[in-house]
């Protein structure tokens, strides 16, 4: 019963039977020692008609156990469940909890103390690096089991082991895209490097000493609720939960798929003006008139790419099942000095995730003897991910870009044993799957791997109405790479130097790295592994029959778009594109261009900044998009055709400030209003296509229509009569104006009432455990990003004076379990804007007012 | 006398089965089986201390935990079961399903004891 680690658990399944056996023999054997004469006696003496009551009262009580230790349903056992020695019950942690510890660990090379302050941060002493980690995955696992137990399953393809049969097209996606094949390769990566390796396996040694004297009552609630038991920690899971970021940030920016069925209804031009690589209100994050240096790589288009790619009439129904999220994310800027009160540089950073309870971050300060850093870690990867240390601060955004492509790929045959390439047949790769579902048998699945990477797509999978075509993916995150270790150096730079050298290592996903120092440096560098395309290149699914639509190179490093120190004393990124139309690349991807304009306006206006400046900066609600939309839609709109409700909508739209506030009517008028206007001017043209095609960006469709007013795709290609600007506008604001009215007899006219902000719990059907309704406004384009449940899922922001000041804060807590006080306390300061004081302990402090508890870790046998 | 002994007792072994790490949940069942043969009751009565037994001490448990939670696990967990977020319901409901395993293994222990009788 004490042990929970796989190969024991698979025992005790196993010897379930027995056990019962066994237990009966037990309590059989004692009966026999403490009356013996009486169970002779019972022997000798029993007869029919005494024994029916008791064989019925046997039976009913075998029978009540047997139906309260079976699952039925979601309905977990319910007699374990509900037992308080076993169940739930034992994870209702008493709110005077006394996280004081003595622990001795065999993995363990020294000493090594954790002192946990009032919010329960701990901040990690020890003496060594590979203690460091070791400590790290203890208390990852200590207070985030079940997050990283299921993140690095659904990572893997294993979803259906806890969610059952509904997982099982996600299963076979993740593993069609080859998350293990590319988390196979990182461990590749990650163990060639003993130095590497021995800080992986630390990580690793720390979960599973956590593991191995973990009883059964003490399992986290979900476990409880689903019935499942934890799995070992290994660095491969540690590399899949790597590669869950990749995809949750590389995977969705593209639009491969949805573009090659554009192609069919739009022609070449039509495409650049509808879907633009540079929009024109453009604020890059490199800043405009910075010279960038020739290409280095200049890769040729093949001679035949206009007529069988560019020009081809094309269309594929297979459709991506799991797309992230279109409005992961996310903002950063830093300031220097000579904007500053302080003279200091001041760091800002709030990554846009989907948000859930337990939050995707833990918060963490880990230090050494040689080394200190603070900030939020992942549950399932040693180091600090974004955070400061006693020299720099450091920061990511999203880089958005497309590394991700599709290729047609032709099998001799059904067993897709070979494909066509280069002129003749070469082997696949077959890798069977097998996925595992709970309460069903096991589903078997076959990939082939070609030369571009596995066919995600075929017969067999997601594209059931097609023409049987069979699709080969090349994404980026394939390739072998150590992010981690180039995390780990990170947390170590001193300087300008040490930063720009760490991050080099960081290839996928790709992301926007902003930093300052303490001497007063400011930088960003867009940083990853980005294919070097020629123009188009991968916008659409590519022939796969031979090598020359095949990537020629990557764009070196030294190119990628980076600024350091410039003139006007910041710098900003919000997943806009990094540079303007003079940058020697073509970079596709899924940008954003309002959020980087907001923040960029908002700095430039901004001198002698304090950090409370840039709080209110986070919070900021300011719709900049809006700002051009609401001039187009009040200058064309026929006021006279309104009936009385949508004139007064309109009104309250002429009169909003702009700001997405969380009591903003006008806000939610103008969501309405502006989405029904889409529709009307697009989705006459995009339906010609059966299959999915992509919208048009909204700021595109705002720069378009402020462009050319008589814009032909305005006119309904339906109806005979020809649709003005003036008719659209209206129309759209009648039929929004119906929605709004229903909204409105719901009481949900207020914008935060419209989207009831939420964070789930990660597993959603778990209603009781999300915080649903939050105060709180924003959407995606606007500097505070939240959405119905997406959004900054952790706040920074890092004053680099000599004693380094910063406050955080992300919507949960640092406790997994929601019997804890400590699981969702920070939920209601960050809804309000509000911020923790980031205590960055010294070693001096450890018997500071400030420790609470304190956790003493030595090297056990 | 012999009623407040067997509930006492059922509530003092079914505690003690908990608290062993290789018994399983339903430990309480057999110990409050063995109280049932040991203080003989007739049936009804037996079902009746087994069933105060555990149901008193899962109702104690959980309501000194819950009280010491401050009650916010409960109060989730009664959203899930789903009993509105009545945490009070959650404990009644924990004390009745450990109460009627108990009464049932008590009732089943008086029978045996009453069918090795003359």
Redesign the interface.
């Known amino acids: 019963?004490?042990f929970l680690v796989p190969e024991i658990s698979q025992k005790r399944r196993n010897h379930a039977k027995h056990?019962f056996v066994d237990?009966g023999v037990f309590?059989g054997v004692?009966?026999l020692f403490?009356?013996p004469d009486?169970v002779v006696?019972?022997a000798s003496?029993?007869?029919f008609m005494?024994?029916l009551?008791?064989a019925t009262?046997?039976v009913?009580?075998a029978g009540?156990?047997f139906a309260?230790?079976k699952q039925w349903g979601a309905v977990p056992p319910?007699?374990?469940f509900?037992?308080?020695?076993?169940?739930?019950?034992?994870?209702?942690?008493?709110?005077?909890e006394n996280y004081d510890a003595s622990l001795s660990l065999p993995g363990l090379k020294g000493k090594a103390d954790v002192y946990l302050d009032d919010r329960l941060v701990p901040h990690v002493f020890a003496e060594n690096d590979e203690d460091l980690y070791f400590i790290q995955g203890f208390l990852h696992a200590k207070f985030r089991l079940f997050q990283m137990d299921l993140q690095t399953k659904a990572a893997a393809g294993r979803a259906s082991e806890i969610a059952g049969p509904k997982a099982i097209d996600f299963d076979r996606e993740q593993r069609r895209l080859g998350m293990v094949f590319a988390a196979e390769n990182a461990l590749k990566e990650i163990e060639k490097d003993p130095e590497s390796k021995k800080l992986y396996d630390a990580y690793t040694n720390g979960v599973n000493a956590y593991l191995a004297d973990l009883?059964e009552a003490d399992l986290p609630?979900e476990y409880k609720?689903l019935n499942i038991v934890p799995e070992k920690w290994s660095n491969l899971r540690t590399a899949l939960l790597l590669k869950m970021m990749a995809k949750m940030l590389s995977s969705g920016t593209e639009s491969d798929l949805a573009n090659t069925n554009a192609k069919s209804i739009f022609i070449p031009d039509e495409l650049k003006l509808i879907y633009p690589q540079v929009p024109d209100s453009l604020v890059p994050i490199v800043p405009k008139g910075t010279a960038f240096d020739a290409p280095g790589i200049v890769p040729i288009a093949p001679a035949n790419a206009d007529s069988l790619y560019i020009g081809r009439k094309d269309t594929v129904t297979a459709k991506e099942i799991s797309k992230p999220d279109i409005n992961n994310g996310s903002n950063n800027w830093v300031v220097a000095g000579s904007k500053t009160a302080s003279g200091s540089p001041i760091l800002c950073n709030d990554p846009h995730l989907e948000l859930s309870l337990p939050s995707i971050w833990y918060e963490i300060q880990l230090q050494t003897p040689t080394s200190n850093a603070y900030g939020v870690s992942l549950p399932g990867s040693p180091f600090v991910i974004i955070g400061f240390n006693e020299n720099i601060a450091w920061g990511v955004t999203n880089a958005q870009r497309d590394v991700k492509d599709y290729y047609e790929i032709r099998f001799r045959d059904e067993s897709k044993k070979e494909y066509f390439f280069n002129g003749k047949w070469e082997k696949t790769t077959i890798k069977e799957e097998t996925i595992k579902i709970k309460g069903q048998a096991d589903l078997k699945d076959t990939v082939a791997y070609t030369v571009f990477g596995p066919v995600m797509f075929d017969d067999k999978f997601s594209n059931e109405l097609s023409n049987k075509r069979n699709l080969a993916v090349r994404w980026v995150a394939h390739d072998p790479s150590n992010e981690g270790y180039a995390l780990y150096k990170l947390n170590r730079a001193t300087n300008y130097d040490d930063y720009a050298a760490a991050i080099k290592g960081f290839q996928c996903p790709g992301q926007n790295f902003i930093f300052a120092s303490k001497t007063g440096d400011i930088a960003i560098w867009q940083q990853g592994k980005f294919p070097a395309r020629w123009d188009r290149q991968g916008l659409f699914v590519m022939p796969g029959e031979d090598s020359s639509y095949m990537w020629q190179g990557f764009i070196p490093q030294p190119e990628n778009p980076h600024a350091k120190n410039p003139e006007r004393g910041f710098l900003e990124s919000a997943n806009q594109r990094a540079a303007d139309s003079t940058y020697p690349y073509f970079i596709p991807g899924s940008y954003l261009t309002p959020r980087g304009i907001t923040i960029e306006n908002k700095l430039a206006a901004m001198n002698s900044i304090t950090t409370k400046d840039m709080m209110v900066l986070h919070s900021n609600y300011f719709n900049t998009l809006a700002e051009d939309a609401r001039g187009i839609m009040l200058q064309y709109v026929k006021e006279n055709e309104l009936d009385p409700v949508a004139k007064r909508f309109l009104g309250i739209f002429r009169d909003w400030d702009l700001n997405a506030s969380p009591d903003s009517k006008g806000q939610t008028i103008y969501q309405c209003w502006w989405d029904s206007l889409e529709v009307e001017i697009w989705k006459d043209e995009l339906a010609r296509s059966t299959q999915l095609v992509p919208w048009p960006e909204e700021q595109v469709t705002m720069e378009l229509l402020k462009k050319d007013s008589a814009l032909k795709y305005i006119d309904n290609i339906n109806t005979a009569e020809k649709e003005t600007l003036f008719d659209v506008v209206t129309t759209s604001l009648k039929k929004a104006a119906a929605d709004l009215a229903r909204k409105e007899a719901e009481g949900k006219l207020e914008w935060t009432k419209f989207k009831n902000p939420t964070v789930y719990h990660l597993i959603k059907d778990?209603?009781?455990?999300a915080r649903p309704g939050l105060p709180v406004g924003g959407n995606g384009n606007i500097v505070n990003a939240v959405t119905h449940s997406h959004g900054p899922s952790w706040r920074m922001i890092v004053h680099l004076t000599n004693q380094t000041e910063a406050y955080g804060v992300y919507p949960g807590g640092q406790s997994g379990n929601?019997?804890?006080?400590f699981?969702d306390n920070y939920v209601d300061q960050w809804a309000s804007g509000q911020y923790n004081k980031l205590w960055f302990m010294k070693e001096g402090d450890r018997t500071d007012k400030n420790v609470k508890w304190v956790m003493k870790f030595t090297a056990g046998k | 006398m012999k009623f407040i002994t067997a509930i006492i007792l059922t509530a003092l072994t079914g505690?003690i089965a908990?608290?062993l790490?290789?018994?399983?949940?339903?430990?309480f069942?057999?110990t409050s089986?063995?109280v049932a043969?040991?203080v003989h009751q007739k049936?009804g009565k037996a079902f009746l201390s087994g069933f105060l037994g555990i149901s008193l001490l899962?109702a104690g448990?959980?309501g000194w935990?819950?009280m010491?939670?401050?009650g916010?696990?409960?109060?989730?967990?009664?959203?899930?079961l789903p009993l509105n977020?009545n945490s009070f319901l959650l404990i009644l409901?924990?004390a009745v399903?450990?109460g009627?395993?108990a009464g049932?293994?008590a009732?089943?222990g008086s029978?045996?004891?009453?069918?090795?009788?003359?």
Not at chain 1, 766 to 769: D, E, M, Q, V
Not at chain 2, 21 to 27: I, V
């Open positions: 019963m004490v056990r237990i309590y004692a009966l403490l009356k009486k006696y019972f003496n029993c007869f005494r024994l009551p008791l009262s046997v009913i009580t009540l156990v309260l230790n319910m007699g374990k509900l037992n308080p020695q076993y169940g739930f019950w034992q994870n209702a942690e008493p709110t005077g009883k609630v609720l778990l209603k009781g455990f929601p019997g804890s006080r699981y | 505690f908990g608290t790490s290789f018994s399983p949940w339903w430990g069942a057999i089986f063995l043969v040991l049936g899962w448990l959980a935990m819950d010491k939670n401050n916010i696990l409960s109060h989730k967990i009664a959203q899930i977020g409901i924990t399903v450990g009627l395993v049932f293994a009732m089943s029978y045996l004891r009453a069918s090795s009788k003359k």
